[in-house]
């Protein structure tokens, strides 16, 4: 969500004007935007913002923008009073904050710009900032803007707001716009995508939104994240199978294995629903993948639950789990009313078993590809390597002296570990 929000505030200042850079001693404006789902990437975030305060003792007219979670819809006076070297501050998909602050400084100097045209930038179709341009294959849509589920643990509800979804043909514009511009595959994004359209007043859904996706004839690939078990509907998951674009791949975070700590966490299902809802998935689409999130040690959380949660992810051999040590996010009903009782090395313990345990089935999983052909959509280089996804979102890295950039090949697989894959192009 934040890259999604970082690139359309970067389009919008070139527009102004503004060129990127890497350097920071180099910049006349830094935007830091921040996430606060788990306090170790609050910590980095009020650890760079630290960092910034040379540079402006150095260059006071430097503009520094801290945009995103650590403010908050409600805004966040507190931070210019904590960190006087802040300029202005951003509520998270809000860029608007810094561009006003801007305007009004270049209209001191020479009225470079007006606020029509401002919102022009904003409000209009995204060109992609330079650095971007003719090499960005796969890009994020935002379709649902904040979340009203309010998971006890959860701190996105109150920094994001209320759930609401994109315009429809707002979307759609958005991804032909940006597939004329050379990306090839589009992610849309949500808290809870698949509750994409039941907040408007047509009352639309996500599957619909993927067929009017598949239409747009450049377009390789569509992806969707974050599901949650409640909502992966049958019609969603025959919208997958059905359209060759969309790739068979669903991340729906069950987050624990066991039914207590899953009502105190306030998720809306049990552990056997979560089953269930695999093997539905799993027969609906064939060859699908799937991810989940699992957080350890929510407050309470005993030997046995957790075991819960050890024997959930042996049973259902999912191929990748994001893994989370349980933080206490301030104003969330967790931090109010529940104890943060599981040691910190305790949670270390489940994390690390959890991980070893995936290791092994995401290896396995993957090993059973070797040999086999893959079609891989290669997204750029690293280390002298070009990468790509299959379209179970398999990390793959071949090497070749062609320009692979954007081009969907078939490939073979050659050497397999739990997290990445190296295949050879069959062609
Ligand atoms: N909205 C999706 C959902 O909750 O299913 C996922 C979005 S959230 C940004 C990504 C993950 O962060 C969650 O799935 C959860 O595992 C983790 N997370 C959220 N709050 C957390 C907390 N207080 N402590 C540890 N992990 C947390």
Known sequence: MNVADSRRLASALEQMGYQSTRKPQEADIIVLNTCVVRQSAEDKAIGRLSSLRPLKEKNPSLVINVMGCLIGVRGNERILEKFPWVDVVSPPSDPKPLLHLLMERLAREKDQIKQTELYAILDGDLVLPHEDQGKLVSAYIPIVYGCSHACTYCVIPSRRGIEHSRDYDEILKEAENLTSQGVKEITLLGQIVDRYGLDLPAQTTLANLLRDLHQINDLKRIRFLTSHPNWVTDELLNAV???????????????????????????????????????????????????????????????????????????????????????????????????????????????????????????????????????VLFEGKSKGRWR????????????????????????????????????????
């Open 241 to 375: 199978a059905e359209l060759p674009k969309v790739c068979p791949h669903i991340e729906v975070p069950v987050q624990a294995g066991d039914d207590e700590i899953l009502r105190a966490m306030r998720r809306g299902y049990t552990a056997s629903a979560y089953r269930g809802l695999i093997k539905n998935i799993r027969s609906r689409i064939p060859g699908v993948s799937i991810a989940t999130d699992i957080i350890v040690g929510f407050p309470g959380e005993t030997e046995a639950q957790f075991q819960k949660t050890y024997d959930l992810l042996m049973d259902l051999k999912l191929d990748v789990a994001h893994l989370a040590r349980y933080s206490t996010r301030p104003g969330t009903y967790a931090a109010r009313k529940m104890e943060d009782d599981v040691p910190e090395e305790e949670k270390m313990r489940r994390f690390r078993l959890l991980e070893d345990l995936q290791e092994k089935i995401s290896g396995e999983i993957n090993a059973r590809l070797i040999n086999s052909p893959v079609q």
């Open 388 to 427: 790509g996804r299959t379209p179970t979102n398999k990390l793959v890295f071949v090497e070749s002296l062609e320009n692979l950039r954007g081009q969907e090949r078939a490939v073979k697989i050659t050497w397999t570990g739990p997290w990445s894959m190296i295949g050879v192009l069959i062609d």
